[in-house]
Nanobody, 119 residues
Framework: QVQLVESGGGSVQAGGSLRLSCAASGRTFSSYTMGWFRQAPGKEREFVASIRWSGDSTSYADSVKGRFTISRDNARNTVSLQMNSLKPEDTAVYYC????????????WGQGTQVTVSS
């Protein structure tokens, strides 16, 4: 497993931008698919974006396509989520997660970082 620590959350007005970062510990970070999930109050946790271990394949939820960009730096053991054109409905706690190359699910999670978008 890897240990994950998110940073970069905060409050922003609608239309603004934020960049979330996730620092991972462990020598095998480059073998993990990394993802971002979010959970709004009273709602279930939902998938936001993921990036393959090699960085050559990404996936996004329809609700964030064209506004959010996931990237990773395997040399620095970090994964980032650039969020542009933020909307109030993007307000949630955002979690970084890791899925081992042989696993079917995301097994390592960060503690989460709050993102609040005001109208």
């Amino acid at each position: 497993q890897v240990q994950l620590v998110e940073s970069g959350g905060g409050s922003v007005q609608a239309g603004g931008s934020l960049r979330l970062s996730c620092a991972a510990s462990g020598r095998t970070f480059s073998s993990y698919t990394m993802g971002w999930f979010r959970q709004a109050p009273g709602k279930e946790r939902e998938f936001v974006a993921s990036i393959r271990w090699s960085g050559d394949s990404t996936s996004y939820a329809d609700s964030v396509k064209g506004r959010f960009t996931i990237s990773r730096d395997n040399a620095r053991n970090t994964v980032s989520l650039q969020m542009n054109s933020l909307k109030p409905e993007d307000t949630a706690v955002y979690y970084c997660a890791a899925r081992a190359i042989t696993a079917a699910y995301f097994g390592s999670w960060g503690q989460g970082t709050q993102v609040t978008v005001s109208s």
